[in-house]
């Protein structure tokens, strides 16, 4: 049996264990009510009418991110670090099956299940905007797009730091620690220091958003620089397209590259 067929059989059941964990369920749900919720505000508080097809289709691009990192944690805080808590990787390292195809079979289970909550989201909102405007802009589909690379590089940062770790629980608490905190400091801090925060994966993924801004490129201020004071200046910084899929696309390659080599070294103790 070749690496890919292997490869294909750990995925299958990593998918099956999202299945009966009912991890799948728990956040497709959790999906359909967000998706509710701004479907009930927009019909009772807001009028389309007064929006543009953009703006409007922007406010449902809004709450992707935050998907996406639902999504990552749900399906790739424990995905290695588990082997190692339930003692399962003492029946699955010693078979023949290189370390690489346990550990990119078990990623496409996790950007699968993934991907199933964050298109089901996006069908809902492509539904709603049609519905409304009877039109689709460009902008959505690259921000889909956009959405699914942020997937695929915070999936792949999610697996180094579950490389790092032999408890799940500790790994999905410090990913989410990360996420939700250290980064949305990290690109606070920004705003005092004028420094661009071009080393933040969720800076790179503002893109998501930003497309529906200017013509798809950048036209839009890049850098704005606010006084707060006589001595304190508060700097905003918007990336560029082309420079928020790099960030996503660096972040994607070395997590992988050190996952990967993590994991291949690291025994059962």
């Known amino acids: 049996m070749n690496d890919l067929a292997q490869m294909i059989i750990i995925s299958r059941y990593q998918f099956r264990n999202y299945l009966r964990a009912k991890r799948l369920l728990i956040l497709f749900l959790i999906t359909i009510i967000i998706?509710?919720?701004?479907?009930?505000?927009?019909?009772?508080?807001?009028?389309p009418e007064d929006m543009t097809v953009k703006n409007f289709s922007r406010n449902w691009a809004s709450p992707v991110s935050f998907l996406v990192i639902l999504a990552s944690?749900?399906?790739?805080?424990d995905a290695i670090a588990g082997e190692y808590q339930n003692r399962t990787g003492y029946f699955?390292?010693?078979?023949?099956?290189?370390r690489y195809t346990?550990?990119?079979?078990?990623?496409?289970?996790?950007?699968l299940a993934s991907l199933i909550v964050v298109l089901s989201y996006w069908v809902i909102a492509i539904v709603d905007i049609f519905y409304y405007y009877s039109t689709i802009p460009n902008a959505v589909w690259y921000s889909l797009s956009l959405s699914i690379l942020f997937l695929i590089s915070l999936l792949s940062l999610t697996y180094l730091f579950s490389s790092l770790f032999k408890s799940g629980a500790i790994a999905i608490t410090i990913v989410a620690i990360i996420y939700f905190f250290v980064f949305n400091i990290v690109d606070s801090i920004s705003m005092l220091s004028g420094v661009e925060p071009w080393?933040?994966?969720?800076?790179?993924?503002?893109?998501?958003?930003?497309?529906?801004d200017g013509n798809?490129?950048?036209?839009?201020?890049?850098?704005?620089?606010?006084?707060?004071?006589?001595?304190?200046?508060?700097?905003?910084?918007?990336?560029?397209?082309?420079?928020?899929?790099a960030i996503m696309v660096l972040y994607f390659v070395i997590s992988a590259i050190l996952a990967s080599i993590i994991f291949r070294y690291k025994e059962m103790k």
């Open 35 to 47: 998706a509710a919720i701004y479907l009930i505000v927009v019909s009772i508080y807001v009028n």
């Open 73 to 77: 944690l749900f399906f790739g805080g």
């Open 92 to 98: 699955l390292f010693p078979n023949p099956i290189k």
């Open 102 to 111: 346990i550990i990119w079979g078990k990623f496409l289970a996790s950007f």
């Open 199 to 212: 080393f933040s994966i969720t800076y790179g993924a503002s893109v998501i958003t930003l497309v529906f």
């Open 216 to 245: 798809y490129i950048g036209d839009y201020t890049h850098k704005q620089v606010m006084q707060a004071g006589k001595h304190m200046n508060f700097t905003t910084y918007n990336p560029y397209i082309w420079e928020g899929i």
